[in-house]
Nanobody
């Protein structure tokens, strides 16, 4: 059974940090592109950070550059999103996704439709 399970969300004060984890089971995460997406109430789901499955190139949304870091530990079948200097506008449900395509351009990497498996989401709330 293919599954992605996120963890690590929670309530944090502005300026704080969280690390989200995404554990895959039933498939080998190494072969897949990984995307972290988020969705705030009333807003569309947006790509936050993604990592390619070929050359491990990465994408970061402008709003998180310099603050978030995506990584993967293939031995643990796990992907991470380290989030530092959190802001209230980072508040959202965060989802990890895994996709298997022959080639991911930057545009494909950011597109939720190019991912095959999704986790259930984890809430991140940044508030004082």
């Amino acid at each position: 059974q293919v599954q992605l399970v996120e963890s690590g969300g929670g309530l944090v004060q502005p300026g704080g940090s969280l690390r989200l984890s995404c554990v895959g089971s039933g498939f080998t995460l190494d072969y897949y592109a990984i995307g972290w997406f988020r969705q705030a109430p009333g807003k569309e789901r947006e790509a936050v950070s993604c990592i390619n499955n070929n050359d491990y190139s990465t994408y970061y949304a402008d709003s998180v550059k310099g603050r978030f870091t995506i990584s993967r530990d293939n031995a643990k079948n796990t992907a991470y999103l380290q989030m530092n200097s959190l802001k209230p506008e980072d508040t959202a449900v965060y989802y990890c996704a895994a996709g298997l395509r022959t080639y991911y351009s930057l545009e494909r990497l950011k597109n939720p439709l190019e991912y095959d498996f999704w986790g259930q989401g984890t809430q991140v709330t940044v508030s004082s």
